[in-house]
């Protein structure tokens, strides 16, 4: 089977319509005053594109945000950006259809999941080079790691479930049943819990990463896919692809407590290390809508490349790297003001925050 192809049809993304369907099987210059250095990015803009390999999906960024890897459906590789050049220093091949990519909280290691294989690749990030392959379920998209490093939880498509692998020995460990395509997934600040998007019947389940069962469900909206958490835990924000929206739950009553209309397809969603912005892709209509998390509105819309698809923020909360699947490039958003690789941080005045999150981390 064509790689690129069967990306396509897990993802249910026609090229000629630039719809993404999940339904029964699938789901400016700045004046700085005494500050001013010269030519200065204002925040939210686009600093850098990077090319990197075919149809660009699941993003990453190591802990200590020097690189960013991202995952190539279309051509079995995973691309490793240097943040520092924003450009391409290695490309690791990888399994068949790779979607999500996460990486262990010591950096050493990353977690990438390969639809077609039904596998997930462990990268040595020191060599990267592929050091283990761990077998999971059908279709394997969404990957996250738990925050003490010990376990990565993976959403199955088509099987219905979230494999638990064991970071230490790379085998499955536990199997949990969740709802109709399980796509994203993420877990909260102090490890307690999982939160997986089902994009086949509109809910979120909660799995207690203890006991590895599901205790709550929470409705949302149509197709949801991509979930982040907020740094303090008290917030998961859900896209829904067929609604356009982004929904908010307290994760204290797994209720939603607010809807955020976004653009045309919402996919990846990332949350600034402060908590005060969340970042969120909008697939058909090429851009980035920037939310405001106190208010929970649309503060600001980024122009990026064409089929904006992952996000991922590095912990210093400056940057936002932007997978467009359709161009095979990377958009660099400044989150802060910045001259060249210097960003300075102006508060609440550029809406910078801090945090981290992504579609598929």
């Known amino acids: 089977m064509n790689h690129h192809s069967s990306f396509r049809r897990y993802f249910k993304i026609r090229a000629r319509s630039r719809r993404l369907v999940f339904g029964l099987t699938a789901i400016v210059a700045v004046v700085l005053g005494p500050f001013s250095l010269g030519s200065v990015a204002a925040a939210d803009t686009v600093i850098d594109t990077v090319p990197v390999g075919d149809f660009p999906a699941g993003v990453a960024v190591t802990p200590d945000g020097s690189r960013a890897y991202v995952a190539n459906g279309g051509d079995g590789t995973v691309d490793v950006i240097d943040t520092g050049t924003n450009t391409v220093v290695d490309t690791v091949t990888v399994g068949s259809v790779p979607a999500g990519v996460a990486i262990t909280p010591d950096g050493s290691h990353a977690y990438v999941t390969n639809q077609s294989d039904g596998t997930v690749d462990v990268i040595d990030t020191g060599t990267n080079m592929v050091v283990d392959t761990v077998p999971v379920g059908d279709t394997p998209i969404g990957v996250a790691i738990t925050p003490d490093g010990t376990h990565a939880y993976v959403t199955n498509l088509f099987d219905g479930t979230v494999d638990v692998i064991d970071t230490g020995t790379n085998m499955a460990v536990d199997t949990v049943t969740v709802g109709s395509a399980p796509i994203g997934v993420a877990i909260t600040p102090g490890g307690s819990r999982a939160y997986v998007t089902n994009g086949g019947d509109g809910t979120v389940d909660v799995i207690d990463t203890g006991t590895n069962m599901v205790v709550d469900t929470v409705t949302v909206g149509s197709g949801p896919q991509g979930v982040a958490i907020t740094p303090g835990g008290s917030r998961a924000y859900v896209t829904n692809v067929n609604d356009g929206t982004v929904d908010v739950i307290d994760t204290g009553t797994n209720m939603v407590v607010d809807t955020v209309t976004v653009g045309n397809i919402p996919v990846g969603v990332a949350i600034t290390p402060g908590g005060s912005r969340a970042y969120v892709t909008n697939f ?45 490039s990377v958009s660099v958003i400044a989150i802060e003001r910045c001259l060249g690789s210097l960003c300075i941080d102006f508060g609440s005045l550029t809406g910078s925050g801090s945090g981290a999150g992504g579609a598929f981390s």
């Open 284 to 328: 058909n209509d090429d851009t980035v809508a920037v939310i405001d998390t106190a208010g929970n509105s649309v503060i600001e819309t980024v122009s990026v490349g064409d089929g904006a698809f992952g996000v991922a923020i590095p912990p210093s909360g400056s940057r936002a790297y932007v997978t467009n699947s359709n161009a095979a």
